[in-house]
């Protein structure tokens, strides 16, 4: 029972968070599996992963349905970023859990500062030659591998990624991240289960759990201040590199 309250638990603030930054949550699911439920490093990713598609779908569905959607840019991402899913699914079940951790804590601190001072754009997406596209592919790539490997859903890299590099507005770019997130989760996802990395009932549980809260997110992502958004963002992705890396020291 204590562990089905965490589970719900944790998918209820995970999904809030998928609606309101564009992610799928796993950059809390991570933390929040490894450090009050007691999860590996290891499966704890691949469990998020799994929990990352219901609730990135649901977040889709509300993004579309509120005109958030362009597909020129999600779809070339998320060719990318299947493609580097499979690539970090692979890696997963072969890295030391300690590098995998380090990799995590890593990609939310060079993703904290870049949101913290970057200013956020307010314009579309505007036109795209071919070499865009084919850098969003490039993107989509990286992603995909660092998704598959610690088990977020992308959006921590993809979102900055577009708005900082690309000056795409931020809507937009939330959207995009759940256009590409969404496929990468599932193949990633089915790769882990069948290497035993991922815990199919605990992700379920995360995953429709979050979809409960993730339209919630969506309503408020459209009401708040996108400078203040971003400040909000980087903070809590600062306050979880912390905690994590405290953890593995103490372990050391």
């Known amino acids: ?50 929990a990352v598609a219901p609730i990135s779908t649901v977040g889709l569905i509300t993004y579309l349905l509120e005109g958030r959607i ?27 859990a300690r590098v995998i951790s380090w990799v995590f804590i890593a990609v ?21 030659e071919w070499w865009t596209i084919a850098l969003l ?18 959006g921590i890299v993809i979102v900055p990624a577009l708005t900082v590099g690309l000056g795409i507005e931020a809507l937009l770019a939330k959207g ?20 035993r990395n991922a815990d199919l009932a605990a992700g379920l549980t995360v995953g429709f759990a979050g979809c409960l809260t993730t339209i919630l997110g969506s309503l408020v992502a459209g009401w708040i201040d996108a400078r203040a958004g971003s400040i909000v963002f980087a903070v809590f992705l600062l306050l979880v590199a ?11």
């Open 1 to 50: 029972m204590p562990r089905l309250i965490g589970c719900l638990g944790i998918g209820l603030v995970a999904g809030f968070l998928s609606g309101l930054l564009g992610v799928g949550g796993g950059v809390l699911i991570v933390p929040a599996l490894v450090l009050l439920l007691g999860f590996p490093q290891k499966l704890a990713s691949g469990t998020s992963l799994l």
């Open 137 to 154: 592919v490039g993107v989509g790539l990286v992603t995909g591998i660092l998704s598959g490997l610690v088990g977020v859903g992308g």
């Open 176 to 195: 995009a991240s759940l256009v590409a997130m969404l496929p990468n989760a599932v193949v990633s996802s089915v790769l882990n289960v069948r290497r």
């Open 242 to 252: 912390v905690q994590m890396t405290l953890r593995l020291l103490r372990r050391r």
């Open 70 to 96: 362009d597909w020129a840019i999600g779809l070339p991402l998320a060719a990318g970023t299947v493609l580097g899913g499979v690539l970090g699914s692979w890696l997963l079940a072969r890295l030391p």
């Open 108 to 128: 939310m601190v060079v993703t904290a500062v870049r949101m913290c001072f970057a200013d956020p754009p307010t314009g579309g997406s505007g036109g795209f």
